[in-house]
């Protein structure tokens, strides 16, 4: 049970700005062969989906702290970010799993006002996905 809960606590993080490697996790835990992979699938995917509503919200609530030193983006990354979801809309958000791109999409998606029930099934769908590629990669090389 403590794995899994490792598993959330990486998936949360590495969904936010604080670097971590949740896919490393998920593959070290899908090789123990300890718990069921649609149960790490479920862990991981909840975990990352929770940490891009924390951006989500940062983007909604937060953003008028954006020239404070503690907040999370630059202005460049917000703009960059802000530019690429108004050209793509909420279809970018099957993006938010990408490195270095997809945290600060999640975050333009809270300042664009993205209505949260649409952003929390297309990253559902997008990060789970790629959870889902990654353990089925690993159990077919793993075989």
Do not use: C
Not at 3 to 25: D, K
Not at 45 to 51: A, H, K, M, P
Not at 60 to 67: A, E, K, N, V, Y
């Amino acid at each position: 049970m403590l794995e899994l809960a490792g598993l959330f606590l990486a998936a949360l993080i590495a969904a936010t700005l604080i670097p971590a490697q949740s896919e490393a996790v998920l593959v070290a835990l899908v090789l123990q062969g300890v718990q069921p992979i649609w149960l790490l699938l479920v862990v991981a995917t909840g975990g990352n989906v929770l940490g891009s509503v924390v951006n989500w919200v940062l983007g909604r609530f937060l953003i008028r702290f954006s020239d404070r030193h503690w907040f999370p983006f630059s202005q460049s990354q917000m703009d960059k970010a802000t530019r690429w979801y108004a050209r793509r809309g909420h279809w970018s958000l099957f993006g938010a799993w990408l490195p270095v791109v997809g945290d600060p999409l999640t975050l333009a998606a809270g300042v664009l006002r993205e209505p949260l029930w649409r952003f929390v099934l297309i990253v559902t769908l997008a990060k789970g996905g790629r959870y889902l590629v990654l353990a089925w990669i690993t159990v077919k090389l793993a075989t």
